[in-house]
């Protein structure tokens, strides 16, 4: 561990699976609340995060939608959006595909476009300032219905050319993937690309679906493949993506001890995992904490952070000649 640290920390990275509500730090969710004179349930940042105590994901989700509440105008969404982008320049991120909830901001009456202004003016700012490049993916809330989806669909179309994609998150069990068949049909034929949370708490099945009726690009987590050896052959054989979040596993109780994290067996087994953070506001790390978290617990080797760093450059929505540059830097560095 001595020098898998360092080794990880100048990796050059590609992060696919953080959600931007989720980087909300409690120290900014004070400062946002006093701003826009909300008075939160907490007396002070250490009461936050002792409340980060989660037995499963709705414990975490109900805390979640909670906190985002303080984010009000667009400064306060590019706020966000610029503290997460420090991060990633100060752990060596270089591109970076994040989720957007925009149901948890427009059920509370903020416009749609405060929330996508904001981001995306912190995105290209990230660009200009860091050399970080970005992708911007919109999820549907599944505990909410059909219908509130296709809406929300219908208030992305005109900003098309500032979402890459469309996504799928909140509460799994009970809310599969094919209660959203329709909307994802649309969204495809309106050119979004598709990945959507599959696999975390819920079945294989969800993740079948996730490739069957949704038609993802990638499956965010997925662990729950490696139950089904049909489906991991699947996996395999289309080189189709995890992104994988062992701090959010381990928060979240979907694995109980990072020492029995699937992670190093998922590789194993040739599929194409990847390390994300998730929403590491709440989950108590960013990228380097879930690299560093996981190759101590499951003795991971130079050769494995690198083939996970490649296959985060592979999956992501780049273009061919933009992975390839980047490609090259992880290469280099593991000539180095
Ligand atoms: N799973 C489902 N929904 C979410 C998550 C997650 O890990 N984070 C934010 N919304
Ligand atoms: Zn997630």
Redesign the pocket.
Same mark, same amino acid.
């Given at each position: 561990m001595v020098e898998i640290a360092p080794f990880i920390e100048k990796l050059p990275k590609v992060e696919l699976h953080l959600?931007i509500?989720?980087s909300l730090e409690p120290e900014l969710m004070f400062s946002l609340a006093q701003r826009n004179k909300i008075k939160l349930p907490f007396k002070s940042v250490e009461e936050v995060r002792k409340a980060y105590d989660f037995s499963n =994901?709705q414990d975490? =989700?109900d805390i979640?939608y909670q906190g985002m509440g303080v984010l009000q105008t667009e400064q306060d969404f590019y706020d966000l959006t610029w503290a997460y982008l420090e991060k990633c320049a100060a752990q060596n991120v270089i591109h970076t595909e994040i989720?957007f909830?925009p149901q948890g901001h427009t059920g509370r009456g903020i416009k749609f476009e405060t929330v996508l202004n904001g981001i995306t003016r912190a995105l290209d700012d990230g660009k200009k300032k860091f050399g970080i490049s970005s992708g911007l993916i919109m999820?549907f809330l599944r505990h909410l219905s059909e219908e509130a989806a296709f809406k929300t669909l219908e208030q992305a179309i005109p900003y098309k050319s500032r979402i890459i994609g469309v996504g799928l #998150?909140?509460?799994?069990k009970g809310h599969p993937p094919s209660k959203f068949a329709r909307v994802f049909a649309k969204a495809r034929t309106e050119g979004f690309l598709i990945v959507a949370?599959a696999g975390?708490e819920g079945p294989p099945e969800y993740v079948w679906e996730a490739l069957d009726v949704l038609k993802v690009n990638r499956i #965010?987590?997925g662990n729950r493949s490696l139950e089904d050896t049909a489906l991991v052959a699947r996996l395999v054989k289309e080189g189709m993506a995890l992104t994988v979040?062992p701090l959010?596993n381990l928060k =979240?109780c979907v694995v109980r001890d990072m020492r029995n994290h699937p992670l190093k067996k998922m590789l194993e087994l040739g599929l194409k995992a990847t390390v994300n953070s #998730?929403?590491p506001a709440y989950f108590g790390g960013y990228m380097n904490d879930n690299y560093k978290a996981v190759a101590k617990a499951l003795n991971l080797e130079k050769s494995h952070l690198l083939t996970l760093a490649r296959n985060s450059v592979e999956a992501s929505f780049l273009t061919d000649a933009e992975k390839s540059v980047l490609l090259q830097k992880v290469n280099a560095y593991g000539r180095s």
């Open positions: 959600h509500e989720g =994901l975490f =989700l979640y989720f909830d999820c #998150d909140s509460s799994e949370h975390e #965010d987590h979040c959010s =979240l #998730d929403d």
